[in-house]
T-cell receptor
Framework: SQQGEEDPQALSIQEGENATMNCSYKTSINNLQWYRQNSGRGLVHLILIRSNEREKHSGRLRVTLDTSKKSSSLLITASRAADTASYFCATAGGGAGNMLTFGGGTRLMVKP | DGGITQSPKYLFRKEGQNVTLSCEQNLNHDAMYWYRQDPGQGLRLIYYSQIVNDFQKGDIAEGYSVSREKKESFPLTVTSAQKNPTAFYLC?????????????FGEGSWLTVV
């Protein structure tokens, strides 16, 4: 069963604009991670935010986490055509195997 | 280079055949995973292994089998019992908890039933 649900499912923006993707989850977590997937490729880890953190930055990426609302957002600033990909949030609950549970993803298209 | 290697990239299976997807990692990670991804969908966990000679079923293990005889290798067999095997298969391995349990993925294998 999916723990995280991304919103929107698809997003189309112009180059230079900011892109915001949201993730909601259901149970308590140890950390939340964002991954990127180019079409037909494996997933690449972008950023991890721990449950005791509220905001984290990495280059043009900004991730927030609100554990009271069980939600996270990924902001990509000054988007580029090369940012076109699917973005997934994944939650780690610390249970058996410390498995990550992935959401359905947001498909981002950045038009040049 | 360090990483996870999946092979083959593309595989065609006839009805009733078993096929095996290879996954090798040289990252010295203990834990390894197999996920299935259907077009436009998220990832679903098939099997995972936390240590050599041990593995556990994930959410959609029916019709699949795995082995973990070596730390570096975690092959997945798609058996004839899997009725709808056409999908993109992703193998992954995990850093330890001191690194936040980040998962690293291979490039995936496309399986098509013909």
């Amino acid at each position: 069963s999916q723990q995280g649900e991304e919103d929107p499912q698809a997003l189309s923006i112009q180059e230079g604009e900011n892109a915001t993707m949201n993730c909601s989850y259901k149970t308590s977590i140890n950390n939340l991670q964002w991954y990127r997937q180019n079409s037909g490729r494996g997933l690449v880890h972008l950023i991890l935010i721990r449950s005791n953190e509220r905001e984290k930055h990495s280059g043009r990426l900004r991730v927030t986490l609100d554990t009271s609302k069980k939600s996270s957002s990924l902001l990509i600033t000054a988007s580029r055509a090369a940012d076109t990909a699917s973005y997934f949030c994944a939650t780690a609950g610390g249970g058996a195997g410390n498995m990550l549970t992935f959401g359905g993803g947001t498909r981002l298209m950045v038009k040049p | 280079d360090g990483g996870i290697t999946q092979s083959p990239k593309y595989l065609f299976r006839k009805e009733g055949q078993n096929v095996t997807l290879s996954c090798e990692q040289n990252l010295n990670h203990d834990a390894m995973y197999w996920y299935r991804q259907d077009p436009g969908q998220g990832l679903r966990l098939i099997y995972y292994s936390q240590i050599v000679n041990d593995f556990q079923k994930g959410d959609i293990a029916e019709g699949y089998s795995v082995s973990r005889e070596k730390k570096e290798s975690f092959p997945l067999t798609v058996t004839s019992a899997q009725k709808n095997p056409t999908a993109f298969y992703l193998c992954a391995s995990r850093q330890g908890p001191e690194s936040g349990n980040t998962i690293y993925f291979g490039e995936g294998s496309w399986l098509t039933v013909v």
